[in-house]
């Protein structure tokens, strides 16, 4: 088959400028190279160092392995949600946290679309189902909050269906607060030169080829629409017991090490070594819908 048979190439606005993208095209385009980095208001002219980020890293895993001592001497339980756009980084990062600690206790929930029996449950309800116990920490990579973006753009919910959830999830929050879950809520926040390099290595690198999926083709010229539903639900599930942390992760150096100091620092856990934390980098890191404003 001929490789004009195959292209899916696409017209996009790009800053105010029409621009073709055609992901099946080896060579990554000169105006998503140039702009990849800074996109999306990111502040940093460079990523970190990779060395210094390893040091660093590691030094927070330490940590994290006396969080999952604490939590099962204190039977404490953590849910944290990492949400975010398609290439957003919320697989590395959730594998950043999980690297060092026993997979007994710590757990990644990643589902697959519902099947038929779940579509007639209450909605949280097979969510639910993967909660953690005393002792447990549980990694949502998506979430419940998929109602709030991914359906209503994608049309795979009614409008009914979509408001009903943006009332229905600060109770269902303020329920899990109530019963004494520490819960974290993420936003990766790309710009949008990074998701298409992102996209395109996916493409073309045999290792992450599987990563692409036909939702990531699909959602392509979607960027406003995603931008919108993105607004609405930090702006109407955002609160002082359940906050959204965004985390700005054009570099996912930077991002990983600032979100698992957020984490860390939150946690009353035995032998914190501040100094081993460090400070969080406030360009990187803030809270709901101000922070990318």
């Known amino acids: 088959m001929k490789e004009a048979e195959t292209s899916r190439a696409v017209t996009l606005d790009i800053r105010g400028k029409s621009r073709q993208f055609d992901i099946d095209n080896p060579e990554l385009p000169g105006w998503i190279k140039d702009h990849a980095l800074n996109s999306g208001g990111f502040p940093y002219d460079d990523k970190m160092d990779k060395q210094k980020y390893r040091k660093q890293l590691e030094k927070l895993q330490v940590e994290l392995v006396k969080v999952q001592y604490w939590l099962k001497s204190s039977g404490k339980r953590v849910i944290a949600l990492f949400e975010g756009r398609d290439a ?19 757990h990644i929930v990643a589902l697959d679309k519902p099947t038929d029996r779940e579509l007639g449950q209450w909605y949280f309800q097979r969510y639910i189902a993967h909660f953690p116990s005393a002792g447990e920490i549980v990694l949502f990579d998506r979430s419940w909050y998929n109602r709030a973006i991914v359906e ?3 049309g795979f919910c009614t409008p009914q269906q979509y408001e009903d959830f943006l009332k229905a999830v600060p109770r269902f929050e303020d329920t899990l607060h109530d019963e004494g879950f520490i819960f974290f809520k ?22 992450k080829v599987w990563k692409l999926s036909p939702m990531d083709i699909a959602a392509l010229g979607k960027w406003d629409e995603y931008t919108e539903k993105r607004d609405v639900m930090l702006d109407r599930t955002h609160n002082e017991e359940t906050p959204w942390v965004v985390v700005r992760a054009n570099d996912k150096r930077r991002a990983r090490i600032n979100l698992i100091r957020h984490m860390l620092l939150s946690l009353d856990y035995d032998g914190k070594d501040k100094d081993a934390i460090g400070e969080i980098d406030d360009k990187i890191l803030g809270f709901g819908p101000n922070f990318l404003s």
Not at 88 to 106: D, Q
């Open 88 to 106: 957003a980084g919320k697989g590395g990062m959730i594998s950043s946290i999980r690297a060092f600690l026993n997979p007994r206790s710590a």
């Open 152 to 154: 209503p753009v994608m």
């Open 186 to 207: 993420f936003w990766l926040d790309i710009g949008r030169e990074m998701q298409l390099k992102r996209f395109h290595d996916r493409r073309h690198e045999p290792l």
